[in-house]
């Protein structure tokens, strides 16, 4: 509970911060700086969140319907995205450029500051999970988790971190690439584009829930290892739909590239927690979940940007390669149901 709390006042507070930020015509190299030390702050603060919540819909679930109840912390990126982009979009439609460059940008930022209240006032009224107080009652739990889960849990670690690869790749390259990709190279106004991401982000959320709801009958690792697969498939199919110059093609990959990564990140609430026992799970889960995310997040709009003038079909190369990596972390335990 303390550290959900404190992981969610970081993270909120960077964001909020945000929209008080100076800009670099009033001070400088101090601003892009301040907005470095913000985004950090984020960070941290996001490493500690997701963890904290599939533990808690995960532990405070019946046994039966513990997938069902872990997709709600993945359910939070389609949703966060719609609400976030959804506002930019009305602010770019509503102010102009030189408004929006000057103070629009700052309404969402200013806004979160809500969310962050009502995150806060949910957080203080909970308590721990019994799955958590058994533990902390039975056994000595670890002063240092990270030693005993690299010592003792190395290979649920591993298959974890690989696991997450191909979510993260899927994402960035689905949104933040294609975003970028579709209005500068391939001329698409940001509107435009943005409005058709906005449609195909809902197949995240359909996805999520399906392959979650599935995955309490067929179990989780078999639904992620049909994620897995279908990104190899998407990657194959990237640079012929996305380079198509039809919109409504572009928006055909894009939906099931996004209901994709449904089936690679809803199942991941359930079976991340699963590797893990107890007095090491909370390190476990947030650990593998973040050095995925690094590995197959983080990377991939750099790589991506830098395969793209030598052709798409490279860039779907790298978003095969990413399912092959998490379907070899199913592997690493020896196991897919």
Request: aromatic fraction near 12%; include cysteine; glycine fraction near 16%.
């Amino acid at each position: 509970k303390s550290t959900l709390v404190a992981s969610l006042l970081l993270m909120g507070g960077s964001t909020v911060g945000i929209a008080f930020l100076p800009t670099y015509a009033q001070v400088g190299w101090i601003a892009p700086a301040l907005l470095c030390l913000m985004r950090l702050g984020q960070g941290l603060g996001l490493g500690g969140e997701w963890g904290g919540a599939a533990l808690l819909a995960v532990e405070n679930a019946p046994p039966h319907r513990k997938n069902t109840w872990g997709m709600f912390p993945p359910l939070g990126a389609p949703v966060g995205f719609l609400a976030a982009n959804g506002l930019f979009l009305i602010i770019g439609l509503v102010l102009d450029e030189a408004q929006f460059i000057a103070w629009g940008w700052r309404i969402p930022f200013l806004l979160s500051a809500i969310l962050v209240g009502l995150g806060l006032w949910v957080r203080l009224k909970l308590t721990e999970t019994p799955a958590f107080l058994e533990a902390e009652a039975t056994e000595a739990l670890p002063k240092v988790p990270i030693a005993t889960l690299l010592t003792r849990y190395l290979r649920a670690t591993l298959a974890g971190t690989f696991g997450v690869i191909a979510c993260f790749a899927l994402f960035y390259l689905a949104t933040a690439f294609a975003l970028g990709y579709g209005t500068k190279t391939l001329g698409y106004s940001r509107e435009a584009f943005l409005g058709v991401e906005l449609v195909a982000i809902w197949f995240l959320a359909g996805g999520v829930i399906v392959a979650s709801v599935l995955a309490d009958r067929h179990s989780a690792a078999r639904m992620l290892a049909i994620g897995f697969a279908g990104c190899i498939g998407v990657g194959a199919l990237m640079g012929p739909m996305l380079g198509s110059g039809s919109l409504f093609t572009v928006w055909l990959w894009l939906s099931g590239a996004l209901f994709v990564m449904g089936f690679a990140y809803g199942p991941l609430g359930g079976w991340l927690p699963s590797l893990f026992p107890a007095g090491v799970r909370y390190t476990g889960v947030s650990m593998t979940f973040n050095l995925g995310g690094v590995l197959g997040g983080a990377l991939a709009p750099i790589v991506a940007e830098a395969l793209a003038p030598h052709g798409l079909w490279l860039v779907g190369g790298y978003l095969m390669t990413a399912g092959v990596l998490s379907l070899g972390g199913l592997l690493i335990l020896g196991r897919t149901t």
